[in-house]
């Protein structure tokens, strides 16, 4: 079974930058395809960013290209999502997930697993 366990969320002044992680446990997910969603209050869960198993193309929704950075480091089982550039907007709950099969994914049905979310919250 893969857990999955967020980290790194909080309260950051607009423009300011936060870094969040999804280390994985129960396997190991350097062929999964990683993706990082968010919720924010009042509204439907969206796609953030993903990063393939297979080949580690990147991809991710357009209010946050540029300003965002998915990553993964496989030998600590780890994904990461390097906001920078934080806007009021971008204030939601953010979850990790993860895509078995490895290949594009960018749809919540997509995932397999998810963690619990973190909770980013940028001032203006």
């Known amino acids: 079974q893969v857990q999955l366990v967020e980290s790194g969320g909080g309260l950051v002044q607009a423009g300011g930058s936060l870094r969040l992680s999804c280390a994985a446990s129960?396997?190991?997910?350097?062929?999964?395809?990683m993706g990082w969603f968010r919720q924010a209050p009042g509204k439907e869960r969206e796609f953030v960013a993903t990063?393939?198993?297979?080949?580690?193309?990147?991809g991710y929704v357009d209010s946050v290209k540029g300003r965002f950075t998915i990553y993964r480091d496989n030998a600590k089982n780890t994904v990461y999502l390097q906001m920078n550039s934080l806007k009021s907007e971008d204030t939601a709950v953010y979850y990790c997930?993860?895509?078995?099969?490895?290949?594009?994914?960018?749809?919540?049905?997509?995932?397999?697993?998810w963690g619990q979310g973190t909770q980013v919250t940028v001032s203006s």
């Open positions: 997930a993860a895509d078995k099969f490895g290949m594009w994914s960018t749809n919540e049905r997509q995932f397999d697993y």
């Open positions: 990063i393939t198993g297979v080949g580690g193309r990147t």
């Open positions: 129960g396997r190991t997910l350097s062929t999964y395809t």
